[in-house]
């Protein structure tokens, strides 16, 4: 598939097949497409858990509206966004400045620059840490879904959960925001497929003030 046709053709569909897995090698390859996501100075500040056994799932579907799709999906998946994802100790944080000195990007008399950049970004407030997360992290999450399709996959991102819920049954830690959940496999092809939703024209998205 061109772009074009991954970018038409993917859904958020609500039945999956519950007999056709998704394999380890398949999931892998999909996020490491979507590890090359944009991030702001590279600092990739996403994570998620990987939901395959029923029990898990059935646990997540409590919190998330009771939806099926939870269970129904080989893979649901927690995506997370590091609200310390750039923070001097963040172990990232530290890898992404060696990787830039190796590369030639930048020297090691740069690093208090690469902290004061960061800290004045992102680290004025509460809401700047927060929009920085999931901003970057919706990178990811919409990398994830066009990488999905390409490889076959269908999924489906949900908005509709207990967010303290989900972190506290999960054990995970404060510093991460849970922007969405996504379950992933293959549409249940004996289910009805309901129209493309209507989008916005260009004229409808271009504003002027």
């Keep these: 598939m061109n772009f074009e046709d991954i970018v038409n053709s993917r859904r958020a569909v609500n039945f999956f097949d519950k007999d056709k897995d998704v394999s380890e090698e398949l999931l892998r390859e999909m996020v490491e497409l979507a590890a090359k996501s944009p991030s702001g100075f590279n600092l990739q500040p996403w994570n998620m858990i990987v939901l395959r056994d029923s029990e898990s799932k059935g646990r997540l579907q409590k919190l998330a509206w009771d939806q099926p799709k939870v269970s129904e999906a ?14 001097e100790e963040n172990k990232t944080v530290e890898k992404v400045f060696l990787e830039n000195v190796k590369a030639g990007i930048m020297s090691e008399e740069q690093r208090e620059w690469f902290k ?11 809401d700047k840490q927060l929009a ?4 970057n992290t919706g990178f990811f999450a919409m990398t994830l879904m066009l990488a999905a399709k390409s490889l076959g996959l269908d999924t489906h991102p949900m908005d509709g959960f207990d967010h303290e819920g989900v972190i506290k049954e999960f054990n995970i830690p404060d510093n991460y ?10 549409f249940d092809k004996d289910k009805q497929l309901y129209p493309p939703k209507w989008r916005k024209s260009y004229d409808e998205i271009v504003v002027e003030f």
């Design 74 to 87: 080989p893979i649901a998946l927690i995506i997370l966004a590091d609200i310390d994802g750039w923070k």
């Design 116 to 126: 004061n950049a960061r800290d004045s970004i992102y680290g004025d407030s509460r």
């Design 132 to 135: 920085f997360a999931c901003k």
């Design 177 to 186: 925001w849970i922007p969405l959940l996504l379950a992933v496999g293959y």
